[in-house]
């Protein structure tokens, strides 16, 4: 189970830490990604991290902005966002893959346990 958090209002340029806790069992072999939905759009990759850390995977919107880290002892993943802007507003979902694999870590399809969401605002 995972569960994020850290969601809130923010104004633009301001910075917000989101963290997702695992429950239940260890994902600590498992590559742990952040998606997110804005309303009327579909969900779309933030970032990703690799089960031992060392590469990190960002999308442009987000890159030089936002940084994911993980603490294997805590069974937790950050993600750190910074120099926020409107367009970052959306529902922001953690989700745990067991075979995330370069060339597949930024889809969907390569996680098998998903967050219930936790919903960031950005104003402008």
């Known amino acids: 189970q995972l569960q994020a958090s850290g969601g809130g209002l923010v104004q633009a340029g301001g910075s917000l830490r989101l963290s997702c806790a695992a429950s239940g069992r260890s994902f600590s072999s498992y590559a742990m990604g952040w998606f997110r939905q804005a309303p009327g759009k579909e969900r779309e990759f933030v970032s990703a991290?690799?089960?031992?850390?060392?590469?990190?995977y960002y999308a442009d919107s987000v890159k030089g902005r936002f940084t994911i880290s993980r603490d294997n002892t805590r069974n937790t993943v950050y993600l750190q966002m910074n120099s926020l802007k409107p367009e970052d507003t959306a529902v922001y979902y953690c989700a745990a893959g067991s075979r995330a694999i370069a060339s597949t870590i930024r889809s969907e399809s390569a996680y098998d346990y998903w967050g219930q969401g936790t919903l960031v605002t950005v104003s402008s």
């Open positions: 991290i690799r089960w031992s850390g060392g590469i990190n």
